[in-house]
T-cell receptor
Framework: DAKTTQPPSMDCAEGRAANLPCNHS???????VYWYRQIHSQGPQYIIH???NNETNEMASLIITEDRKSSTLILPHATLRDTAVYYC???????????????FGKGTKLSVKP | KAGVTQTPRYLIKTRGQQVTLSCSPI?????VSWYQQTPGQGLQFLFE???????NKGNFPGRFSGRQFSNSRSEMNVSTLELGDSALYLC?????????????FGSGTQLSVL
């Protein structure tokens, strides 16, 4: 089972910030939080990941609480093209050189509206 | 750099047949993993290969198998197809096998079993 909990759907107005929450209360100390999104009929696209510090890249910002039990993905200026299912994933650390598989939950369907 | 390439894009088979799907990772990537996506179960991990060795396996029956070649290209095979095998099969590649890597996904192969 997925180790994360996300709201099933959210709406956001175009041009506004989209804040997508994620709970991962059982996260272990060496597990990363990853965010991917999937636009209809395409493969998931990597957005960002972090361990305990906040992270920012050209796509988004990731805010992780100090106790690491939850995080928020922020899309600063949402566009219609950001409409997708967003997955928050706790990366299962692999052993013996394995990358560890991603355990996807049901994600949050973000609808950006004009 | 070309992305992850999966062929074919669409496939129709009948029950009892077998099928082989192909995945070419991003140049230089040595780790390939496979996922199955269905409306009911979502995205589920199948297996992962690194340097031609299977490193990790999900909870799927033995009808699902895979392999990786010396050029890192990977194939997955499903024998004795069942109606429930109808799904989008996604391949993902990364540069190394570890716990802190981005996965890059292909667009998938949509398999329909009639």
């Amino acid at each position: 089972d997925a180790k994360t909990t996300q709201p099933p759907s959210m709406d956001c107005a175009e041009g506004r910030a989209a804040n997508l929450p994620c709970n991962h209360s059982t996260i272990s100390g060496n597990e990363y939080v990853y965010w991917y999104r999937q636009i209809h009929s395409q493969g998931p696209q990597y957005i960002i990941h972090g361990l305990k510090n906040n992270e920012t890249n050209e796509m988004a910002s990731l805010i992780i609480t100090e106790d690491r039990k939850s995080s928020t993905l922020i899309l600063p200026h949402a566009t219609l093209r950001d409409t997708a299912v967003y997955y928050c994933i706790v990366r299962v650390a692999g052993g013996g050189g394995s990358q560890g598989n991603l355990i996807f939950g049901k994600g949050t369907k973000l609808s950006v509206k004009p | 750099k070309a992305g992850v390439t999966q062929t074919p894009r669409y496939l129709i088979k009948t029950r009892g047949q077998q099928v082989t799907l192909s995945c070419s990772p991003i140049s230089g990537h040595r780790s390939v993993s496979w996922y199955q996506q269905t409306p009911g179960q979502g995205l589920q991990f199948l297996f992962e290969y690194f340097s031609e060795t299977q490193r990790n396996k999900g909870n799927f029956p033995g009808r699902f198998s895979g392999r990786q070649f010396s050029n890192s290209r990977s194939e997955m095979n499903v024998s004795t197809l069942e109606l429930g095998d109808s799904a989008l099969y996604l391949c993902a590649s990364s540069s190394r096998s570890g716990g802190n890597e981005k996965l890059f996904f292909g667009s998938g192969t949509q398999l329909s079993v009639l």
